[in-house]
Nanobody, 123 residues
Framework: QVQLVESGGGWVQAGGSLRLSCAASGRTFSETIMAWFRQAPGKERVFVAAISWNAVGTWYADSVKGRFTISRDNAKNTVYLQMNSLKPDDTAVYYC????????????????WGQGTQVTVTS
């Protein structure tokens, strides 16, 4: 059974940092793109960041560029999201995703999803 399990969410004050992790099991994702999405209360789930299988390529939403960094450790089958300079607008459930349909990196069109981890940023 394939699973993506997120961890590292929590409460943080504005300006603080959090590091999210997504551990995959059931198969290796070392040859596919992995990504992070988020869904704020009452809003649609949106793209945050993605990383190519070899970490050479990264993609970011404009809203997080320069503050968030995505990385991966293929030996651990894990992807990370380092979030710095957090703002209240970053409050959301953060989801890990793997294996997008071709050309659909910034959309919700992924084959595998985690259950999400809550991030709350207080002002």
């Amino acid at each position: 059974q394939v699973q993506l399990v997120e961890s590292g969410g929590g409460w943080v004050q504005a300006g603080g940092s959090l590091r999210l992790s997504c551990a995959a099991s059931g198969r290796t994702f070392s040859e596919t793109i992995m990504a992070w999405f988020r869904q704020a209360p009452g809003k649609e789930r949106v793209f945050v960041a993605a990383i190519s299988w070899n970490a050479v390529g990264t993609w970011y939403a404009d809203s997080v560029k320069g503050r968030f960094t995505i990385s991966r450790d293929n030996a651990k089958n894990t992807v990370y999201l380092q979030m710095n300079s957090l703002k209240p607008d970053d409050t959301a459930v953060y989801y890990c995703a793997a294996e997008p349909r071709p050309g659909r990196v910034r959309t919700n069109d992924y084959n595998y999803w985690g259950q999400g981890t809550q991030v709350t940023v207080t002002s």
